[in-house]
């Protein structure tokens, strides 16, 4: 079970790098008008966070490993799709399929990994191998999109996903137990619209930034349609659900509350931070696309070595201990970024900063995981997890609009190695500090002993009787 949800979870994470560097080969093969080449990045990322909520909860009631096993077979099917696509709309529509597959089964995959392993030592290791594979799927993704698109053909960038996804269907099928499914309760269908709008509206608002000033009608009228109906939301999870996509009272954790604003900040510098630090390889410093892929791989090495002192700490500390260490030391590596140089150099001015702050995103995944679920009832264990991975893809997108525009700005018209240089450097060095205000969050909310697991808080009231009982 514990390979067929890593194996998942490593394919969503490449797909979430694997297209960038194979942009410029797409826009050519399909005649990509530019302005409209982005979709192939924003589209993803728009339906796999617009349905997060919705996919996580949807296990919880109708059976994680069914959710699991159909998620895997569409995103599957997409990815085919979209390595046939022969026309730009027949890319963005496979890549937005992708989006909502993933979306069902990732919430489901790390549901199951808290509900078969008890909290504790044996909860971290599995959470450890979990965010490991995260992590290397989103670093190696740029090593396999620059590899694929140099040396093969950019379709393989999506036909990579098939071997990998009947890979974690057969590990499914022997793997994950079939479960049961809450047929008691109906699903809050209109809970479930107003946040996969709400989000889906957000994350729109912010990503065509690109496009469209902040301050712009477009922009300000998309954020404010967003809000309103995610307050909508709040209002309907609070007062008229029976079967809440989000039971409020869960945000009143202290573990669940901070693990979510901890990810959504670490998510808004690490992604903002990634896309700088590409994009200085290959404009400033003028590298291919396979040899920034490569270029990638300390990252990756970093991560899984961080993950591996992560477990190691769990197993007889707090997750607060490696998230404040984690945040300090990404922060750290991201500050050593910011002193990139136009005349550098992979050796001066990449290696070091890498290994630094991978080193400290690898000391964060399992532990905020591990805290995002603490004391969560096993029949919210999916509801958890698609707050969580809400979290983080919102974070993301976020950042990565944001400190966007702010080097775009910084930059101007100097579109000069130097110019951009300076662009870049602003970006990282912002989100270097998101990652300091993360570590400070984790040392003044987290408590300094983990929770005893839930008994009942949650749960039903017949079932709660039946736990007194």
Same mark, same amino acid.
């Given at each position: 079970?514990?390979?067929?949800? /890593? ?28 302005? $409209?080449?982005?979709? %192939?990045?924003? !589209? ?22 069914r959710l699991f096993v159909a998620g895997l077979v569409v995103f599957g099917l997409a990815s085919l799709a979209g390595g046939l696509a022969q026309a730009p709309w027949e890319l963005v529509t496979a ?25 504790? +030592? ?53 793997? %994950? ?10 699903? $809050?269908?209109?809970g479930a619209v107003l946040a996969t709008g709400g989000t889906g509206l957000l994350v729109l608002g912010v990503v065509r930034t690109d496009r469209y000033a902040w301050t712009s009608a477009t922009t ?5 349609? /967003? ?23 869960? @945000? ?44 990638? #791989? ?13 477990t190691r700490l769990g197993a007889t500390r707090s997750p607060r201990t490696s998230l404040i260490a984690g945040g300090a030391l990404g922060a750290a590596g991201m500050a050593w970024f910011a002193a ?12 070091? +900063?890498? !290994?630094?702050?991978?080193?400290? !995103?690898? #000391?964060?995944?399992?532990?905020? /995981? ?16 698609? %707050? ?39 970006? %990282?060095? !912002? ?8 570590? @400070? ?29």
């Amino acid at each position: 079970m514990l390979a067929a949800v /890593a194996i998942a979870q490593f394919m969503f994470a490449l797909d979430m790098a694997v297209v960038n560097v194979a942009l410029p080969a797409i826009r050519t093969a399909l005649d990509f008008a530019p302005a $409209d080449l982005a979709w %192939v990045v924003h !589209i993803y990322a728009l339906t796999f966070g617009g349905f997060l909520l919705l996919g996580g909860r949807a296990g919880d009631l109708f059976g994680r490993r069914r959710l699991f096993v159909a998620g895997l077979v569409v995103f599957g099917l997409a990815s085919l799709a979209g390595g046939l696509a022969q026309a730009p709309w027949e890319l963005v529509t496979a890549r937005a399929v992708q989006g909502a597959a993933a979306a069902a089964a990732a919430p489901a995959a790390l549901a199951m990994l808290t509900t078969t392993f008890a909290e504790g +030592p044996a909860r971290v290791r599995a959470l450890g191998i979990w965010g490991g594979v995260n992590a290397a799927g989103g670093a190696l993704g740029v090593l396999a999109g620059g590899v694929l698109t140099e040396y093969a053909n950019w379709r393989w960038v999506m036909l990579i996903n098939i071997p990998i996804v009947l890979a974690a269907l057969a590990l499914a099928a022997v793997g %994950v137990p079939a479960g049961g499914r809450d047929s008691r309760r109906r699903p $809050d269908v209109l809970g479930a619209v107003l946040a996969t709008g709400g989000t889906g509206l957000l994350v729109l608002g912010v990503v065509r930034t690109d496009r469209y000033a902040w301050t712009s009608a477009t922009t300000l009228g998309t954020l404010a349609a /967003a809000f309103v109906l995610l307050a909508a939301f709040v209002l309907v999870e609070a007062r008229f659900a029976k079967a809440p996509l989000v039971r409020l009272g869960l @945000l009143r954790s202290r573990w669940v509350a901070g693990a979510n604003a901890f990810v959504f900040l670490v998510a808004a510098g690490q992604f903002a931070a990634f896309y700088f630090v590409s994009l200085y390889m290959q404009q400033v410093l003028h590298m291919g696309a396979a040899e920034t892929g490569l270029a990638f #791989l300390p990252f990756s090495f970093g991560v899984i070595a961080g993950t591996i002192v992560a477990t190691r700490l769990g197993a007889t500390r707090s997750p607060r201990t490696s998230l404040i260490a984690g945040g300090a030391l990404g922060a750290a590596g991201m500050a050593w970024f910011a002193a990139m140089s136009p005349t550098g150099g992979f050796l001066t001015d990449v290696l070091g +900063p890498s !290994i630094l702050a991978s080193l400290g !995103i690898g #000391l964060c995944l399992a532990p905020v /995981a591990a805290a995002a679920t603490t004391g969560v009832p096993p029949h919210e264990a999916g509801m958890a997890s698609g %707050v969580l991975n809400s979290s983080r893809q919102l974070g993301g997108a976020i950042g990565l609009a944001a400190l966007s525009t702010i080097a775009a700005h910084h930059t101007g018209s100097d579109l000069s190695p130097a110019g951009l240089n300076g662009g870049y450097a602003l970006g %990282v060095l !912002i989100g270097a500090g998101l990652l300091v205000v993360a570590a @400070l969050l984790a040392l003044v909310v987290f408590p300094r002993a983990r929770r005893t697991p839930a008994t009942g808080d949650g749960l039903p009231a017949e079932e709660r009787e039946s736990q007194a009982a």
